[in-house]
């Protein structure tokens, strides 16, 4: 596939290659926003960029667009692809751009290029009569997109503002053949099988309330998989010398203000006033954690110091934004610092990465890692930043863990490795993160006392795992479909008397699985059977025990595993090994 970059050039990309897609999917931007003049001339384009899977394109129709008119679009867009336009680069003055645009009436475009340097070299793109304002790159033709689908609709702020105009944003998704865009067709129906939202409604884990948006609820089943989580985390942070510690959640504005985050962070915290002072609640755990370290003198034997923190954060998310558990207002952030000395550093962020590497591996998560660098709203010298992001780079290096960079999203305090791990359906979620910090103990002046006796600034290491709790949920119900392994089922065992006469017997296997640890439930309700195998069939419990006259009489169960179906009888004392001896082999 023949790319045509920036500067006219023309290279060789697959669109297995990132270049190579994100110029497919750039492309197809410019078709789709093509499409649209052609049919709705009076329609203004916004902007239209490539994303992680597929592109959008932001629209002034100035009038209320729905859905109804993709086939009319999508036909004008299979149109343009069989025209094979080539896509021709040039640029100009700026002079020259504004009067390009204010020609074709794109007033979104003019405001753009206003905005740029006077002296700009400003880049634009044609494919037949239309003309994009874009630095690319793009394909060399349209007729190398072959197959494409606009996906759904939803409004958005020119810019991101909320006081500028809502536009209306059209998704869509294309590759080079038919049976990549059948392939993914069937992983989106799929992922929409597999909704946490409607599958953690339907399994009783949580809800979502209107009185509370981006605030969920977590029903008794949803609290006993949260625990479960949190209790593997407690664990194995344990046993990796983490001590756990939890800090308010309102906290007073000085210390954010010290933090960095009242100047840097604001817009997502909520405030409030108590005493006639400024508090907010806490977006994130650190600067709690550094009043911790800073509460008594601290000497360099103490170092590494690792303290841990599941923290109940709020963070001021844009409605539009909130999306069931994986993005909300409210979360308990896995949250853990290390304090350390400038020798430690390569250990300790190794000693994360195996940690952030078991984690992964027990959920039989792939991931691949970003290594995010310094952004443009950033506090500290440039000394300290080449420092810390050499420091990360030489620990991926001697874990020899590929890494690509993301230039530019580092943490306003410094930068970060993040992992992103991929679920059943191959869709990528960032949920670790390692985060190496020299700004934040210069702000608190923490301290410790070297071996020399003199004091010493440590280092920090923010660092999670899961992200938050309530993401990872989210993205274990859909990477398992419901269908959790037996250790993180809310209900391991669902026990179906075959009548009212046996719940008696029911009731005394549910005791003896109860003793061994077992979650275990009777459906004690005057059903059929073949209702209630149905019923437990649909909450996807890992084993169901059919119990009649048969098996009470013989101290038996009939047993069916979710997988592999009937088991067959066997004695209670016989389940009880089977289970345990799995449970054993599983993650906790």
């Not at 699985?513 to 149905?534: Q, S, V």
Request: glycine share 8%; aromatic share 10%; with cysteine.
């Amino acid at each position: 596939m023949k790319i045509k970059r920036k500067d006219g050039s023309i290279m060789e990309a697959g669109f297995e290659e990132e270049l190579g897609k994100r110029a497919f999917w750039h492309t197809s931007a410019h078709i789709l926003a093509q499409a649209v003049k052609r049919l709705y001339p009076g329609a203004k384009c916004a902007t239209g960029p490539a994303i992680a899977e597929g592109f959008y394109y932001d629209f002034d129709f100035g009038f209320r667009f729905s859905e109804e008119e993709f086939p009319k679009i999508e036909a004008e867009m299979k149109k343009i692809a069989g025209e094979n336009l080539q896509l021709r680069h040039f640029t100009a003055d700026r002079g020259k751009a504004i009067a390009l645009m204010e020609e074709r009436e794109e007033t979104y475009k003019v405001e753009i290029i206003n905005q740029l340097p006077e002296d700009a070299e400003i880049s634009f793109y044609q494919q037949g009569e239309y003309l994009e304002l874009c630095a690319g790159p793009h394909v060399a033709y349209t007729s190398a997109i072959r197959a494409f689908r606009l996906l759904s609709v939803a409004g958005a702020y020119w810019r991101g503002d909320e006081k500028n105009k809502m536009l209306t944003r059209i998704y869509g998704i294309s590759f080079p053949n038919a049976d990549m865009l059948a392939e993914y067709e069937n992983r989106l129906a799929e992922a929409k099988k597999r909704d946490h939202r409607r599958l953690g409604k339907e399994l009783g884990l949580f809800a979502l309330f209107d009185e509370g948006p981006g605030f969920p609820f977590f029903l008794p089943k949803g609290m006993v998989l949260k625990n479960l989580l949190i209790d593997y985390w407690r664990k194995l942070h344990a046993q990796e010398g983490y001590v756990e510690i939890s800090t308010p959640i309102l906290l007073n504005r000085r210390l954010w203000e010290t933090s960095g985050h009242w100047e840097h962070y604001r817009d997502k915290m909520y405030t409030t006033v108590i005493d006639g002072a400024d508090f907010a609640i806490k977006p994130m755990s650190c600067p709690g954690g550094m009043l911790v370290y800073n509460m008594e003198p601290r000497s360099y034997r103490e170092l590494p110091m690792r303290i841990s923190e599941l923290g109940l954060i709020h963070r001021n998310e844009k409605s539009g934004t909130l999306h069931g558990l994986m993005r909300v207002r409210c979360c308990t952030q896995d949250d853990a610092h290390i304090f350390m000395m400038p020798d430690q550093i390569q250990d300790e962020i190794k000693g994360v990465i195996r940690l952030i590497d078991e984690v992964y591996s027990a959920f039989g998560f792939r991931y691949h890692v970003e290594l995010s660098t310094r952004p443009e709203n950033s506090i500290g010298s440039d000394e300290e930043w080449e420092m810390a992001t050499e420091g990360l780079i030489r620990a991926l290096k001697e874990l020899q863990l590929p890494y690509v960079i993301n230039e530019g999203d580092g943490a306003f305090y410094g930068p970060k490795i993040d992992f992103h791990l991929e679920d059943s359906l191959r869709r990528t979620w960032q949920c670790g993160t390692i985060q190496l910090d020299f700004q934040l103990p210069q702000r608190f002046m923490a301290a410790y006392t070297g071996e020399d006796g003199k004091q010493h600034r440590p280092i920090m290491i923010h660092r999670v795992v899961f992200g938050s709790i309530e993401r990872f949920m989210g993205i274990l119900i859909e990477h398992f479909a419901g269908k959790f392994p037996l250790w993180l089922s809310p209900v391991q065992v669902k026990i179906l008397p075959v009548s009212d006469k046996f719940i008696d017997y029911a009731k005394e296997v549910e005791l003896s699985l109860k003793k061994e640890g077992f979650r275990c439930e009777t459906d004690e309700r005057a059903e059929k059977i073949g209702y209630k195998i149905r019923e437990a069939q649909l909450e996807k419990a890992p084993y169901m025990l059919i119990v009649g006259g048969k098996e009470a009489a013989a101290g038996s169960v009939s047993v069916r595993k979710r997988e592999e179906g009937d088991l067959g009888s066997m004695p209670v004392s016989r389940l009880v090994e089977m289970l345990c001896r799995e449970a054993k082999n599983s993650l906790c």
